[in-house]
């Protein structure tokens, strides 16, 4: 198992500095990563840095909270596949989700894949979701466009658990892939969400990670 391509390497810090994700990106050259996971200002920094490397960039939509409009969000993508981002990692509209309209959020989802023709990966934040709920949004994604789904932005509640990996896996079309984020900080964790189904890790503890013993 190689660690290191599992990760997508992250710094979503609002205060991040020029400096901050010029690190990140030496980081995820140096461990060869699958992606840096950026917000939109720093994607054309971070892809001219991780040029001939290898690393994806990969950038968030509508982050953290999914609240913009569906023309925004459309806007957002199309704007971030333009500066070079290679995935997106979206939030869903949580408002819609609650009030059980499953047509609008698979909508929004679909034409963010449709506008960018890049991977995209759903944000569903599991731990404001109960069990049916998750099941739910599983089902809304593997009848999308998108290519994954993903635990939790990392700002708001618990972040990944097991369990709800564990739960996707069982109802996750097989098409689609898992990204578990949100807590993740030591190889330990990570290896026990891979057994449980992730296929993408989303930390800030890449280097961490990958110096454990």
Same mark, same amino acid.
């Given at each position: ?16 500095? @020029?400096?901050? #994700? ?45 609240? /913009? ?18 995935? %997106? ?6 408002? %819609? ?14 034409? $963010? ?9 759903? #944000? ?14 599983? @089902?809304?994604?593997?009848?999308? @466009? ?9 700002? $708001? ?9 564990? %739960? ?5 079309? /097989?098409? @689609? ?6 807590? $993740? ?5 990570? #290896? ?8 993408? $890790? ?12």
């Amino acid at each position: 198992m190689k660690l290191n391509e599992y990760i997508d390497h992250t710094n979503l810090n609002p205060t991040a500095t @020029k400096e901050d #994700i010029f690190i990140l990106c030496e980081q995820a050259k140096k461990y060869c990563f699958h992606s840096v996971c950026v917000n939109p200002f720093w994607v054309k920094f971070a892809k001219n840095n991780l040029k001939n490397s290898g690393v994806l960039v990969a950038c968030v939509i509508g982050f953290p909270l999914g609240a /913009n409009c569906t023309e925004i969000k459309v806007e957002e993508a199309k704007l971030a596949k333009s500066m070079g981002a290679d995935e %997106l990692d979206m939030v869903i509209n949580e408002g %819609l989700f609650k009030m059980k309209d499953y047509n609008k959020v698979k909508e929004e989802i679909d034409k $963010i894949c449709d506008v960018s023709s890049l991977p995209v990966k759903v #944000i569903v934040e599991t731990s404001k979701l109960s069990s049916e709920e998750i099941i739910e949004a599983c @089902k809304i994604v593997s009848e999308s @466009k998108a290519k994954f789904i993903k635990t939790s932005t990392g700002f $708001i509640g618990d972040g990944a658990k097991l369990e709800d990996v564990k %739960l996707m896996k069982k109802y996750l079309s /097989n098409d @689609k892939q898992i990204k578990a984020s949100g807590g $993740i900080r030591d190889k330990e964790t990570m #290896i026990k969400f891979i057994q449980a189904g992730a296929t993408r $890790i989303g930390t800030s503890s890449g280097v961490k990670i990958m110096e454990d013993n």
